[in-house]
T-cell receptor, first 112, second 115 residues
C-alpha cells in the first residue's frame, strides 16, 4: 500500500466549477500536511499547508481528518490557470528526522 | 534571488556512462534534497543533506552518490547509468530538515534519459 494515495484523475471541469480532491495517508504519526501544485514539466511549489482546524486561502480550502487519515482540497470558482497536478504531501518521522512523502498527484483540467 | 538552480536541464546518457547533476541554492538553507519523479509515482527521496558536511540515504539511494560541497551546493552523481535511472530529478532545499510545517523549495528539474 502506498503511504500517500491520491486519485490520479484527470478531473475535467468547466471554468467556475467547484472541485474537490481527497488524499489518504497511512502513517498515523504524521503531523504535517501540505498541498503542492505542479504545472506541466515544472517543479512542485507549495500551495498551502493543512492545519487541524482546516484552513482557507482565497478560493482554496484544505481540510484534515486525522481519525480517518485523509486530507482534502476544495477549489471554488475554478480558473483556467488552476489546471495543474496537485500533490498531497505528508511528513513522516524516519531515520531521526522528518521526511516528506509525496502522493503521485491528481491532475486537474479546467476547460473554458 | 534565483532560489534553487539545477544543471543541466536535459541529458542523454548511454548505459554505463557517468554524470553529475549540479544543484545550488541562494536562500542560505541548511538542508538540501535530491528526488526523482517517475510517471504515476510520487517524488521519491534519493539522498538528503540535513546540514553542511552531512549526507544520508533516502528511499531510493542505490546507484547514486552525493556530495554536499558547501552550504550552497549539493551534487548527485550517477557512476554507471542504467535505463532504470531514466527520470526527472529535482533538487530541493529547506531552512532545516526535521521542521514541522517546513516548506521545501524545488529547482526546475533535470530530465535524464539513459539509453
Amino acid at each position: 500500500r502506498k503511504e500517500v494515495e491520491q486519485d490520479p484523475g484527470p478531473f475535467n471541469v468547466p471554468e467556475g466549477a467547484t472541485v474537490a480532491f481527497n488524499c489518504t495517508y497511512s502513517n498515523s504519526a504524521s503531523q504535517s500536511f501540505f498541498w503542492y501544485r505542479q504545472d506541466c514539466r515544472k517543479e512542485p511549489k507549495l500551495l498551502m499547508s493543512v492545519y487541524s482546524s482546516g484552513n482557507e486561502d482565497g478560493r482554496f480550502t484544505a481540510q484534515l481528518n486525522r481519525a480517518s487519515q485523509y486530507i482534502s482540497l476544495l477549489i471554488r470558482d475554478s480558473k483556467l490557470s488552476d489546471s495543474a497536478t496537485y500533490l498531497c504531501v505528508v511528513n513522516a518521522w524516519m531515520d531521526s528526522s522528518y521526511k516528506l512523502i509525496f502522493g503521485s498527484g491528481t491532475r486537474l483540467l479546467v476547460r473554458p | 534571488n534565483a532560489g534553487v538552480t539545477q544543471t543541466p536541464k536535459f541529458q542523454v546518457l548511454k548505459t554505463g556512462q557517468s554524470m553529475t547533476l549540479q544543484c545550488a541554492q541562494d536562500m542560505n538553507h541548511n538542508s538540501m534534497y535530491w528526488y526523482r519523479q517517475d510517471p504515476g509515482m510520487g517524488l521519491r527521496l534519493i539522498y538528503y543533506s540535513a546540514s553542511e558536511g552531512t549526507t544520508d540515504k533516502g528511499e531510493v539511494p542505490n546507484g547514486y552518490n552525493v556530495s554536499r560541497l558547501n552550504k550552497r551546493e549539493f551534487s548527485l552523481r550517477l557512476e554507471s547509468a542504467a535505463p532504470s535511472q531514466t527520470s526527472v530529478y529535482f533538487c530541493a532545499s529547506s531552512e532545516n530538515s526535521g521542521g514541522l510545517q517546513e516548506t521545501q523549495y524545488f529547482g526546475p528539474g533535470t530530465r535524464l534519459l539513459v539509453l
